[in-house]
């Protein structure tokens, strides 16, 4: 998916921003990039691959040579950025957290007025924090062009925009990603995620509403346009994405874990459970909200050994990514053997890695595994914030098992399947079941899951599980 920060202060920006930046470094694994404006030397930018190596790691030179009193920064698992343009409307740098889904009709719309060309990526992708830019460039202020963005863009897209002045902060139209600003003496900051800046003396000021554009200085912040009325934000943020200190809309993901476990336990009628177990690291909580609210023990039967892989996910491949999955979970074996457990993850999506790490638990003796994700079946592939790297709905576990139950997959018979009170819902859910050889499993349902969130459920962004736009 990916996250930003950014700074502007009256001295030297580099160690808010360079901390700031690392903090967001579970959302994205290939790139990293951080640019300053120095008041004497300019732009400033530096963009490397983190797939293979750690953001702090890459940066430490970068850390020492940079320096500047405004910058941004971000992790990103698609496009190098932040990028620098210049145009008509001034020299600024720009980064973006988000999903294009009308790539082509922009960039023929852009051509069609007279834009000459974008530069290609690797595979021939279009950057789209480059095709932002374009679109931005189209108008004849930045705050024109932004607002241009949110109603050209099929999909969801965020932005920090650095100008030599101070930096525009935009949250996405239906604000599917946060942006919150802080503030301490002398700085003021904007960033995906609020404890990113915590540690770093800032207070939270605020979080900006849907669509909201806000410039600021090292002193005041200014709303340029107000925030629309609906709000669609991401709901698998409090499931899985979001780390467990962070807060969206004054919900933290911790807390709201402990209850999606507990509510999940409510329904639940297995029996005879030696213990509760997640997987780690974004199983854990749930299943400790699980173990206090059934009153059965938690335990962790595996250890993540992380201090070489600090993300499963690092490589780009999927058959490296299950690999070292499988080598960084090590077996506790005396909670294993001859054990009954429940065991909790975030989700299932392909279900290889949630298979293997079963066949891992019954090879080291446990005698039942009865498997509880903690969100409803996943159904579609995610438009908005490509928060997994599947390219088709066929690489889901749940449309494979459809599409070998049913002749035609139209929107109805996938609206029944997505009714955990239906035939084809327990269904499927056996189907998986069987294929993936678990004792036993129930996923948790969409209301419990919502109403574990707290938000009224119109203000929440569900098409994953759903359909629902």
Not at 123 to 151: P, R
Not at 186 to 194: D, L, R
């Amino acid at each position: 998916m990916g996250g930003f920060f950014g700074v502007v202060s009256e001295e030297n920006c580099m160690f808010d921003l360079f901390f700031g930046v690392d903090y967001h470094s579970h959302l994205g694994t290939r790139r990293g990039g951080l640019c300053l404006y120095d008041k004497d030397k300019g732009f400033d930018r530096a963009i490397h691959n983190i797939e293979n190596s750690p953001f702090r790691t890459k940066f430490e030179r970068d850390f020492e040579e940079m320096k500047g009193q405004i910058g941004i920064g971000c992790i990103s698992d698609m496009e190098p950025q932040p990028l620098i343009v210049r145009s008509h409307l001034g020299n600024y740098s720009i980064t973006t957290v988000g999903r294009i889904n009308n790539v082509s009709e922009l960039t023929s719309m852009l051509f069609n007025n007279g834009y000459s060309h974008f530069l290609e990526m690797s595979g021939g992708d279009i950057n789209q924090t480059e095709l932002v830019a374009a679109l931005i460039n189209q108008k004849e202020s930045i705050v024109e062009g932004l607002n241009f963005v949110q109603e050209s863009v099929n999909g969801s897209m965020s932005v920090l925009l650095m100008t030599s002045k101070g930096i525009y902060a935009m949250r996405d139209r239906y604000g599917r990603t946060p942006v919150i600003l802080g503030a301490k003496e002398g700085a003021q900051c904007a960033s995906f995620e609020n404890f990113a800046f915590h540690h770093l003396g800032y207070k939270t000021k605020r979080e900006l509403g849907p669509g909201e554009v806000v410039f600021f200085d090292t002193e005041h912040d200014e709303t340029l346009l107000k925030p629309r009325d609906e709000m669609k934000i991401c709901s698998f943020l409090w499931v899985y994405f979001g780390y467990p200190t962070s807060i969206y809309e004054n919900i933290n993901v911790e807390e709201m874990r402990y209850r999606c476990g507990a509510n999940m336990s409510a329904r639940d009628d297995v029996k005879d459970i030696d213990y509760v177990a997640g997987v780690p690291d974004s199983g854990t909580a749930h299943a400790v909200g699980y173990a206090k609210a059934s009153g059965i023990p938690f335990a962790r039967p595996f250890i993540k050994y992380t201090p070489t892989w600090p993300r499963s996910f690092m490589p780009t491949t999927q058959v490296k990514r299950n690999l070292i999955a499988k080598m960084k979970l090590l077996p506790v074996e005396p909670l294993i053997n001859g054990k009954k457990m429940v065991l909790i993850d975030d989700s299932i999506v392909r279900g290889t890695q949630l298979r293997e790490t079963t066949e891992f638990l019954f090879n080291s003796g446990a005698k039942e595994v009865h498997v509880r994700p903690a969100c409803p079946p996943l159904l579609y592939g995610c438009k908005y914030l490509n928060f997994s790297r599947s390219t088709s709905d066929m690489d889901l576990i749940t449309r494979r098992v459809i599409a070998e139950r049913e002749k035609e997959v139209t929107p109805e018979v996938l609206e029944d399947y997505s009714n955990p009170d239906s035939k084809n819902y327990k269904e499927m859910e056996g189907c998986i079941c069987k294929q993936m050889k678990f004792t036993s499993l129930k996923y948790n349902r969409l209301d419990d899951m919502i109403n574990a969130v707290g938000l009224n459920p119109c203000k929440l962004c569900t098409y994953c599980f759903d359909g629902k736009e």
